[in-house]
């Protein structure tokens, strides 16, 4: 059973940083992409940054410049730095990973959600 827990959430100000963290455990053999999306209340969940098992990286616009993610494959975790963080940043995010857990495919798999609250 493949498990994704996210830490690091939290409340902040205005301008401000938090890091969160992924941890991705379980019967895992190989792990592909892993990302960062979030959803604010009333809108719909979207991606915030992405990460390739290379290590090449994608970014939503509204977050270029802010926030960076990065990886530790040797620890299956992956990592979103924020900073110059704004009230429009308030979201639950959420961690993802495409995980190969039988050897023979990859599955999609989605963490609980951790609370980023960002205060004016």
């Known amino acids: 059973q493949v498990q994704l827990v996210e830490s690091g959430g939290g409340l902040v100000q205005a301008g401000g940083s938090l890091r969160l963290s992924c941890a991705a455990s379980?019967?895992?053999?190989?792990?592909?992409?892993m990302a960062w999306y979030r959803q604010a209340p009333g809108k719909q969940r979207e991606l915030v940054a992405l990460?390739?098992?290379?290590?090449?990286?994608n970014y939503a616009d509204s977050v270029k410049g802010r926030f960076t993610i990065s990886r530790d494959n040797a620890k299956n975790t992956v990592y979103l730095q924020m900073n110059s963080l704004k009230p429009d940043d308030t979201a639950v995010y959420y961690c993802?990973?495409?995980?190969?857990?039988?050897?023979?495919?990859?599955?999609?798999?989605w963490g609980q959600g951790t609370q980023v609250t960002v205060s004016s």
């Open positions: 993802n990973a495409d995980i190969d857990a039988n050897r023979r495919w990859y599955s999609n798999y």
């Open positions: 990460i390739s098992s290379g290590g090449t990286t």
């Open positions: 379980g019967s895992i053999f190989r792990v592909n992409a």
